[in-house]
């Protein structure tokens, strides 16, 4: 019996290719499309969920009230983790983390310079309990004996390797910021879905005195402090008495509502407030949306394969009638259709898990990421693949199954199936408008995904930013102690800007706008500490200004001194301070980190972060020993050949370092670049909405036609013209896409306001976005069906006339 259906299948499917073959092709795209999104959802939910403690280690971070709301830092006071360890013996282990990024890893040889080595994932200074929190695997030495003395060092074997060519390199030395670290043991590279990529290890017993000597006044936010509750201990116990401790090691008085809170580790990956040591979170809105996406490429190409299936059913109503007549049951005939949607979607599975397997060779690049199909490493991708394997057989092949086997034999066998009741026309037309209703929504929300992203590329940040290059200074400076005392950053700057192509420079701690901000409190002269506000610092030379463009409103620039003798501010600043006209604050004297000084200048504000965040009260002041950046305006058409002799001075000047630069625009793109690669993402998915809709579109168009063949014939018998038969088929999905767009229009416009209302700065949802929704969809939806309907129109009447 079993053997028979399947025959049957197979040859009615080889009798059907072109149906067989739009059905295959709208499922694989579909299931291909959802494959990828599947393992994608699945690498973000599987961070740290390895950790044999993933359910008890908890993160301590601060949060406080700001100028523009909350601000939120995962970073904590150097002196924290000892005292909530005394404080809370419900922490079975305390952890403090110093990660520095981008650090420089020197390899001390007996012959000749040291090799040199930029690591992206820099380090982290900590200490013994990091083994014990986190699971890594410890393949030599000892690695929590390791760090529990000054100057010691873990590392991992893909580094061993790196740095000295084996993986046993216990004994060996490495330099990090002219100390030297005895290796102490070797352990395996971090996993690709961890939010802490530590390779690194350096012990923090070297740094921790003159580190907890900066107090609790001091946060920075890749200092940070994990524990680990013990077994049978409620984490609610912990946060009842965080503000206890909060005031006990803070007791003065805390003008900006300053706390600490605990964080789960499930959340490190997901909360764009705090962060993590990745630098890349990913909201769980992100994710749910991805799997809608997914969601809605499947319905739609199950859509396709009702809608195609039943067109083919006044074909196959003979054959119905025929096998009722025989003595077939329905659940039979039933059986006999589930089993070729079966076939279908096995094939279109198979077919779509080597399209997606293709496809990640391409996205993996793209989203920086190793994304891959492995069935027999993968248990929940098996389940996925079963359950959607189940679930569009039946949701594709169970109504049609129904339908068809409904037909009664006389009807069938005078081929009169045609009626619309028996069709289920009214639920044809319903599943057609959930396809317009998917792609509208797609495309108004693509449309706003990329005029936002093109909203934040041309907005004006209030500074330059074109053809601006910006050179780390890797080494601090204090001021000049007298005149024979010479600084080697200026000197370096001096000599570069007498290149040719060199127009102007500055030295800075960063550019107007980066993803490094120093903050702090400001008071006027007669305030008490209950009016202090928050505000931004930037320190800069004398040359800052002008070489940015800033705009100075008010006042006059600051001198080009080692150390702070007067203030610049900016727009915003006056405002929180009460000045209704910036020239008020001009004479002020402000206090910022123990000094109070003249305000002598006021600036037009300016982005300091990404355009997702407010401007905020910004300070310029000079400070020597806090520039890190030398800034260059140059002659884009000769910068490549002073690029040259630049890195010539820069490496003369700091041999022990390894030369970079870096365009200012591409740093400041940088900031979007998540944005961006879900809008091609969006962007990519949408069309694949779009073309499997066109397939249903060319479905329904079909089987209308097959019903109204004869109509087509007699109107063209009594004259009517093509374009009228044409026109006469397209009013109809006309109105079908109307319901659509009311449906998806109010939809799109509540999801996509939210989100861009996590935006300070964002674009006006504007009623030609909408119309360009609609627009398309009807453009797309003519070509489809008036292809179809147009080979009906144009047919010979006398065919579909003939009686049979």
Known sequence: MLKNYFKTAIRTLFRQKNTALINVLGLTIGMAASFILFV?????????????????????????????????????????????KLDFPEAEEVLFTQYQSGALIQVPQKEGESKKFQEDQGVVFTDPAVFRIFDRAVLIGDAEKGL???????????????????????????????????????VADAPDNSDLPFSLYLSYETIRKQNEEKGWGGIWSDEQCYFLLK?????????????????????????????????????????????????????????????????????????????????????RSKEVGIRKTLGSSRAQLMFQFLGETGIVTFTAILVGFGIAQIALSFLNPFLELELALNPLQNTAFVLYVILLFVTVSLFSGLYPAFVISAFKPALALKNSMGNKS????????????????????????????????????????????????????????????????????RTLADRISKLSGIEKYSLSNTAPSSGSVNGTGFLFEGQTDDQRKDTQLKLVDGNYIDLYGLKMLVGENLDDLDTARSFVVNRRLTEIAG?????????????????????????????????????EPTVLLNRISNYRTLSLKVNTQAFQNTLPQIQEMWEETYPEHLFSYEFLDESIRGFYEGQERTSILLTAFTSIAIFIGCLGLFGLATFMINQKNKEIGVRKV????????????????????????????????????????GFAYRISISAWIFLAGLGVTLLVAVFTVGYRSLRAATANPVKSLRYE
């Open 718 to 757: 009594l004259g009517a013209s093509v374009e009228g038969i044409v026109f006469l088929f397209s009013k109809e999905y006309i109105k079908l896409i109307g319901l659509g767009f009311v449906i998806a229009a109010p939809v799109a416009w509540f999801v996509m306001n939210e989100w861009l209302d």
């Open 579 to 615: 000045f209704t006209d910036p020239s008020e604050i001009i004479g002020k004297r402000m206090r910022i980190w123990g000094q109070t000084l003249p305000v002598v200048g006021v600036v037009e504000d300016f982005h300091t972060t990404s355009l997702e965040s407010e401007i």
């Open 422 to 489: 028996s069709s289920g026309f009214l639920l044809r037309k319903g599943l057609v408008i959930t396809q317009f209703f998917i792609s509208q929504f797609l495309i108004i929300g693509t449309i706003i995904l990329i005029t936002q992203m093109n909203y934040f590329k041309s907005k004006d940040l209030g500074f330059q930013r074109d053809a601006i290059v910006t050179l780390p200074i890797p080494e601090r400076e204090g001021p000049a102690t007298d005149s024979t005392t010479s600084s080697k950053m």
């Open 148 to 186: 529990d003395e000054p100057n010691e060092a873990v590392i991992s074997v893909s580094l061993a390797k790196k740095y000295f060519d084996k993986e046993d390199v216990v004994g060996e030395v490495i330099k990090f910021d002219t100390r030297e670290y005895k290796i102490s043991a070797v």
């Open 231 to 315: 077994e049978g201990e409620s984490v609610k116990k912990v946060e009842s008495r965080m503000g206890d401790f909060y005031k006990k090691h803070n007791p003065d008085e805390n003008y900006d509502n300053q706390r600490f809170v605990i964080q789960p580790l499930s959340e490190l990956h997901f909360d764009e407030r705090y962060g993590n040591y990745r630098y890349d979170t990913v909201p769980k809105t992100a994710l749910i949306a991805l799997g809608v996406i997914a969601l809605f490429l499947i319905v739609t190409a199950s859509i396709n394969f009702i809608n195609l299936t039943t067109a083919e059913a006044i074909k």
């Open 40 to 84: 994608l959802i699945q690498y973000h939910y599987s961070f740290d969920k390895f950790q044999s403690n993933y359910d008890r280690i908890y993160r301590v971070v601060t949060t406080s009230d700001s100028n523009t709301g909350s601000f939120h830092t995962p970073g904590i006071p150097s002196p924290l983790p000892p005292a909530f």
